[in-house]
């Protein structure tokens, strides 16, 4: 599975930026798609992930009610809109992609393909 993760910038604290993951390349409707980040000189961490033929979904605790994780089918999309971003937010973001069977996970290492990160700046 190829990923490609798009729309990081630089945002003023309070404010939002939605990223998108595009899939391809052996995808299957019934794996999990998740969001991570890593800051600098900190481990990578997971955000949010959903789950693609259902649409569930699970957060960490230091996003929930700010982030919200979504899918869009025809194009294998799935986006991640973040509202009420805070300087603690900065990172560079990377989507991912699990088989069916890790939904729950928050492991990066139990994620088998990983797209190339995106840079999510908040500036307070």
């Known amino acids: 599975v190829q990923l490609q993760a798009s729309g990081g910038g630089l945002v003023q604290a309070g404010g939002s930026l939605r990223l998108s993951c595009v899939a391809s390349?052996?995808?299957?409707?019934?794996?999990?798609m998740a969001w991570f980040r890593q800051a600098p000189g900190k481990e990578r961490e997971f955000v949010a992930a959903?789950?693609?033929?259902?649409?569930?979904?699970y957060y960490a605790d230091s996003v929930k009610g700010r982030f919200t994780v979504s899918k869009d089918n025809p194009s294998i999309m799935v986006y991640l809109q973040m509202n009420s971003l805070k300087p603690e937010d900065t990172a560079v973001y990377y989507c991912?992609?699990?088989?069916?069977?890790?939904?729950?996970?928050?492991?990066?290492?139990?994620?088998?393909?990983w797209g190339q990160g995106t840079q999510v700046t908040v500036s307070s």
């Open positions: 390349g052996g995808f299957l409707t019934s794996d999990v």
């Open positions: 991912a992609a699990a088989p069916s069977f890790r939904f729950g996970a928050r492991n990066p290492r139990v994620f088998s393909s």
């Open positions: 959903i789950r693609w033929s259902d649409e569930e979904s």
